[in-house]
């Protein structure tokens, strides 16, 4: 099984859709959650951490479930620029270090 | 604020050539740093890590081998090029709230 999975899509959606994505992971003892956005042949750039509490910035929800092992990104009111890929990110203290391992990302396309 | 430095940003190698490859952190002290691999097509796979100066952590047998010689300096190397080793290569930087990638280099191994 690997340490972090994706459902790498693509999710093709109308402007003003609401569209969520799933991550799950292996390893129990992670530590902290992130979701990162990725565009076309450019770096990965952090979107939002996620809380146990759940959080939110404007259109974006990220939420974690501990018991079950994943975290979600809920995306509303779709807008074209929200194109690109999503990639979750654990982080695990390996050996007193935090290691980000990041998942293979879903793309999404937001169509007018 | 900190920012971070990868260069050159994409690079033409013929196979069995030597690779160098620098990122630099500044705004910053004892950063963790990290290099990063990504396939086309692929996910993002870590190469190597670093918490200090000379401290280099593997995650990943292979053709590559990085170093630390400055706090805020970070080199990935190759003695021989192989073609599989073609990829976006990205740097990042973090302290577990959040990592901060390079602009990355795209190789081409030919």
């Known amino acids: 099984r690997k340490e972090v999975e994706q459902d790498p899509g693509p999710f093709n959606v109308p402007e003003g859709a609401t569209v969520a994505f799933n991550c799950t992971y292996s390893n129990s003892a992670s530590q902290s959650f992130f979701w990162y956005r990725q565009d076309c042949r450019k770096e990965p750039k952090l979107l939002m951490s996620v809380y146990s509490s759940g959080n939110e910035d404007g259109r974006f929800t990220a939420q974690l479930n501990r018991a079950s092992q994943y975290i979600s990104l809920l995306i509303r009111d779709s807008k074209l620029s929200d194109s690109a890929t999503y990639l979750c990110?654990?982080?695990?203290?390996?050996?007193?270090?935090?290691?980000?391992?990041f998942g293979r990302g879903t793309s999404l396309i937001v169509h007018p | 604020s900190q920012t971070i430095h990868q260069w050159p940003a994409t690079l033409v190698q013929p196979v069995g050539s030597p690779l160098s490859l620098e990122c630099t952190v500044e705004g910053t002290s004892n950063p963790n740093l990290y290099w990063y691999r990504q396939a086309a097509g692929r996910g993002l796979q870590l190469l190597f890590y670093s918490v200090g100066i000379g401290q280099i952590s593997s995650e990943v047998p292979q053709n590559l081998s990085a170093s630390r010689p400055q706090d805020r300096q970070f080199i990935l190397s190759s003695k021989k090029l192989l073609l599989s080793d073609s990829g976006f290569y990205l740097c990042?930087?973090?302290?577990?709230?959040?990592?901060?990638f390079g602009s990355g280099t795209r190789l081409t191994v030919v």
């Open positions: 990042a930087w973090g302290q577990g709230v959040g990592y901060t």
């Open positions: 990110v654990v982080n695990l203290v390996t050996r007193g270090s935090y290691i980000p391992t």
